[in-house]
């Protein structure tokens, strides 16, 4: 598991403890296959499943997308509307 430090204005929090599973979970409570998961977050197939079988985490502007979704999965369906 890989908890990722976020810094805003020199104060750190943590985002998000992401794992695996946890995106794969995501990822199906928005209803979407990997492909069009990866094409929401404008990675490509290949790294949205990187994610999902836990070779590499989400990172930068990803992971910000990813932990905005968690707590409101309806924002990211929003996005790709707008």
């Known amino acids: 598991m890989i908890v990722e430090l976020l810094a805003i204005n ?3 929090s ?5 794992a ?3 995106i794969t979970a995501l990822r199906r ?3 979407m296959s990997q492909p069009v998961f990866a094409r929401m977050l404008n990675v490509g197939a290949g790294t949205a499943a990187s994610w999902g ?3 590499r985490p989400p ?3 990803a992971l910000k997308i990813l932990h905005v979704a968690k ?3 309806e924002a990211l369906m ?3 509307n707008g």
């Open 29 to 31: 409570t928005l209803k």
């Open 59 to 61: 990172s930068g502007p």
């Open 20 to 22: 695996p599973s946890q």
């Open 10 to 12: 020199g104060v750190s």
């Open 14 to 18: 943590f985002l998000w403890i992401h």
């Open 78 to 80: 929003e996005l790709s």
């Open 53 to 55: 079988n836990g070779r």
């Open 71 to 73: 707590k409101n999965p």
